[in-house]
């Protein structure tokens, strides 16, 4: 099973920030990484496919980047809207492994 | 719009067989390239893959659940269903159905709310 490292576990940030959390494979693959957003007894919502591009109707300030093994998601200036937990996930290979999640509040 | 809602028992015995169902609309099961997941998810944890099936009834599983785990479509009433044995207290969690969006290896692009199950006697 490729192995999904995801770091921080946990991030507070203050309204206005830009924050970086990064997912690292542990083989490589491609750019068949997504990352998704969850609000507590929600399901998640996938927020970027191809590990940079937007889903229809997410905000520009949401931003992927990466390809290979190593993988960043950003927040250029934080939002109210957008706490919650941060996984990443590849969908490269069968079984679909995810990151053990970044939970991110506001300070 | 792709909704999915999944059903079923929210208190399970241990031993016993768990079966869930996920109703939903918006694409069809019988084009090619669509596909249902099943995930499931404890608390403060990632959600963990179960199960795909896919339009011509190809199957995946899990490794380490393929002998406990059974997954099968009704296209017509638009349901995928799962059944997972030999039920534990590890078991217990949220548990979502999902779309796979097609022609993207095994992303899952729209996801139920879930059904949360307990394991208890």
């Known amino acids: 099973d490729i192995l999904m490292t995801q770091s921080p576990s946990s991030l507070s940030a203050s309204l206005g920030d830009k924050i970086t959390i990064t997912c690292q494979a542990s083989q490589d693959i491609a750019t068949y990484l997504g990352w998704f957003r969850q609000k507590p007894g929600k399901a998640p919502e996938l927020l970027i496919h191809?590990?940079?591009k937007l889903e229809i109707g997410v905000p520009r300030r949401f931003g992927g980047s990466g390809s290979g093994t190593d993988f960043t998601f950003t927040i250029t200036s934080l939002q109210p809207d957008d706490i919650g937990t941060y996984f990443c996930?590849?969908?490269?290979?069968?079984?679909?492994?995810f990151g053990q999640g970044t939970r991110l509040d506001i300070k | 719009q792709i909704t999915l809602k999944e059903s079923g028992p929210t208190l399970v015995q241990p031993t016993q067989t768990l079966t869930l169902t996920c109703t939903f609309s918006?694409?069809?099961?019988?084009?090619?390239?669509?596909?249902v997941g099943w995930f499931r998810q404890s608390p403060g944890k990632a959600p963990e893959w179960l199960a795909l099936?896919?339009?011509?009834?190809?199957?995946r599983f899990k490794s380490s659940l393929k002998t406990r785990l059974t997954i099968s479509k009704d296209t017509s009433q638009k349901q995928v269903f799962l059944t997972l044995t030999n039920i534990q207290p590890a078991d217990a969690g949220m548990y979502h159905c999902a779309h796979r969006r097609q022609g993207f290896g095994a992303l899952f692009d729209s996801w139920g709310q879930g059904t949360l199950l307990t394991v208890s006697s």
């Open positions: 918006g694409f069809s099961l019988s084009s090619p390239g669509a596909g």
């Open positions: 996930q590849q969908y490269d290979t069968v079984p679909i492994t």
């Open positions: 099936i896919y339009w011509d009834d190809d199957k």
């Open positions: 191809d590990a940079s």
